[in-house]
């Protein structure tokens, strides 16, 4: 979130610090091009990159006797509620975060394919949704319940382009899906996944089984909140139910997650 004006000096701070802290170079690249990327415009790349090589070329780390003590900090709420708020906090504002996952549960054939193609657009645009604005970023899209033609008449009422950021899988998943999903997301920087649906994705013996399912979905979840990505689940209602997330197959677990 650093404004124009302050990147540069900024990333140069920020390169000599891991330079300091004797980070390896090829961690500290990696390091500054997520800042670089997260600036307010983006800052160039090519630039932040030569200023890390530039420190790492210049300068020693600093040596060290022992590591530096761990203490806990607290903050007072007066200096909390002075804090600016975070741009990044939101894929979809006050609805969907950009650490975590969400579930869109409905009975059958009743449209969440088509209201997630949508959200994706608007994310992929950086346009507001249901009158709530969106934080434009790359979609990767899991598309396992449907055909590359399925999913073209999906979007195609909604005018897509050949220049939107959105990326579609169609057909069934790996066994390694979970561990390809986020290395994709992470060279491709992507911030919002939709898996369509969570069952095909998992493949779950008994979507009763609140183990099974916890243990299953929270290494995906996890690595979300780490890369600070949003993924949205789309699973089925049961037929006979009601509205609410006690109509999800599978109620208890899919209720925690």
Not at 120 to 127: F, K, M, W
Request: proline fraction near 7%.
């Amino acid at each position: 979130g650093v404004p124009q004006g302050q990147r540069y000096q900024t990333g140069f701070r920020l390169a000599c610090k891991l330079r300091a802290a004797d980070v390896p170079q090829e961690a500290a690249e990696a390091l500054v091009l997520e800042s670089a990327r997260n600036c307010e415009p983006p800052f160039d790349e090519e630039t932040a990159l030569e200023k890390v090589r530039r420190v790492y070329s210049r300068y020693e780390p600093k040596a060290t006797t022992q590591r530096p003590e761990f203490r806990l900090q607290f903050t007072s709420m007066k200096d909390l509620l002075a804090l600016p708020p975070d741009p990044t906090r939101w894929i979809w504002n006050q609805t969907l975060p950009a650490a975590g996952a969400s579930i869109l549960v409905s009975k059958p054939k009743i449209g969440k394919s088509t209201f997630a193609a949508n959200l994706a657009l608007s994310v992929a645009r950086g346009l507001p949704f249901l009158g709530r604005d969106t934080r434009q970023s790359a979609v990767a899209y899991l598309s396992l319940d449907a055909s590359l033609p399925e999913m073209i008449e999906t979007f195609q009422p909604f005018g897509p382009r050949e220049t939107d950021p959105i990326f579609i899988h169609a057909g069934s998943a790996p066994k390694e899906a979970v561990a390809q999903i986020m290395q994709w997301v992470k060279e491709n920087d992507a911030r919002f996944v939709i898996v369509d649906t969570l069952q095909r994705l998992f493949r779950f013996q008994n979507v009763n089984d609140y183990s099974e399912v916890t243990n299953a979905i929270e290494p995906l979840t996890e690595a979300a909140r780490e890369q600070k990505i949003h993924v949205m689940f789309l699973h089925h209602a049961k037929k006979d139910a009601g509205d609410d997330l006690d109509s999800a197959i599978g109620r208890t677990a899919i209720r925690g997650l």
